[in-house]
């Protein structure tokens, strides 16, 4: 029996050899990294096929691809997130120094934009201004005056 038999090499070898039944007259390419498919892959192939890296990962341009589509499709609604996460934390920092009772300089100077809140209304009497963000809402209170409430209504 070969020593080759089961190692790399010997697989490498029957690779090779089969390597010489393939045809390449369609040149389909893959859609991801465009090495060409051979003919004799199935007819909805459109990418090449899963190997197995010598450190154990998996390269799959299947999978790379469809994670990269994906991804420019949550692009836009991801930077909506990270902007009402760092509102949030913002607000958290702001509540901490000064208390739950700010003014308008305070809440500007913190970074804090109360026309981006995730949703603004008035209050029952309709005479101020409330504004919702993740975790936190501020009541308009007095003049340029707010009020700081922890809020479940878009908890984090
Ligand atoms: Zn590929």
Not at 36 to 42: F, G, L, S, T
Not at 86 to 95: C, Q, T
Request: glycine residues 4%; contains cysteine.
């Amino acid at each position: 029996m070969s020593k080759y038999i089961e190692s790399e090499t010997h697989q490498q070898y029957i690779k090779h050899q089969m390597n010489h039944y393939y045809t390449y007259y369609i040149e389909r390419k893959c859609l991801k990294c465009k090495k060409a498919i051979p003919d004799q892959a199935h007819g909805l192939i459109k990418f090449c096929e899963r190997e197995v890296l010598p450190d154990g990962s998996i390269k799959s341009c299947k999978d790379d691809f469809n994670a990269a589509k994906r991804k420019k499709k949550m692009g836009p609604y991801k930077a909506i997130g990270y902007y009402h996460k760092l509102m949030h934390d913002r607000i958290e920092i702001l509540l901490r120094e000064k208390g739950e009772l700010v003014s308008l300089d305070e809440i500007l100077s913190y970074g804090i934009n109360l026309t981006r809140a995730v949703e603004s209304d008035y209050d029952q009497d309709e005479r101020n201004f409330i504004h919702y963000f993740v975790g936190y809402t501020f009541r308009e209170y007095l003049e340029k005056e707010f009020l700081i409430t922890v809020d479940n209504k878009y908890a984090t």
